[in-house]
């Protein structure tokens, strides 16, 4: 049985929450602090597909001051999206909740209880 896998931000306070909700009903999980380490882009391109988007850009943090600055809005290419991603993963929205082969972005974070329950 495959664990549960949040990607989290401690500064974040919907990703806390959703760890809460994680420790309370997850038998066990994994906490990967995706700031904290290199992401490559096979995780990027593989959460991308488990998430059901069809561009990083949905995935991507579009208020974040970064993207505004490197003026991914008007970014055309997706490898180049994903490449921002993994200079900047503060770009990327969190929480992420993975299980198996699907993954969902938890906000509102009520929605782990009813995705770990499908």
Known sequence: MN????WHNPRCSKSREALSILQDTASKYELVKYLDITLNKEQIKDTLKMLGFSSAREWMRTKEDIYKELQLKDEKNEEKLIEAMLKYPKLI??????????????RPPSLVTEFLQS
Do not use: C, N
Request: glycine letters at 6%; charged letters at 30%.
């Open 3 to 6: 664990s549960t896998i949040i």
């Open 93 to 106: 929205e969190r929480p992420v909740i993975i299980k198996g082969d699907r993954a969902i972005i938890a």
